[in-house]
Nanobody
């Protein structure tokens, strides 16, 4: 199994920045891909950004040019710049383990005030 722990959420004003981190532990060999999802109140969970072991990235259209995903071994980061109130959500880290199963963290809350 894989355990994921997110950190870095908080309250920020519109236009500000935050950096989220997610550390994977357990059976981390070949976990791929790793990514960030978010869920706003009353909304469905959606993909924010994803990165493969080879460094290929994929972003939601709403965050392109503002967010950057990166990965260092068993840690994935999400640098969020030019934050908007509509970015307010619980952000979840997700990875796919070598066993083919998807693993999720418990989430970290990001609140962007206008």
């Amino acid at each position: 199994q894989v355990q994921l722990v997110e950190s870095g959420g908080g309250l920020v004003q519109a236009g500000g920045s935050l950096r989220l981190s997610c550390v994977a532990s357990g059976r981390i060999f070949s976990i791929n891909p790793m990514g960030w999802y978010r869920q706003a109140p009353g909304e469905q969970r959606e993909l924010v950004a994803q990165i493969t072991l080879g460094g290929m990235t994929n972003y939601a259209d709403s965050v392109k040019g503002r967010f950057t995903i990166s990965r260092d071994r068993n840690t994935v980061y999400l640098q969020m710049n030019s934050l908007k109130p509509e970015d307010t959500a619980v952000y979840y880290c997700k990875c796919r383990g070598a066993d083919g199963m998807d693993y999720w963290g418990k989430g970290t809350l990001v609140t962007v005030s206008s």
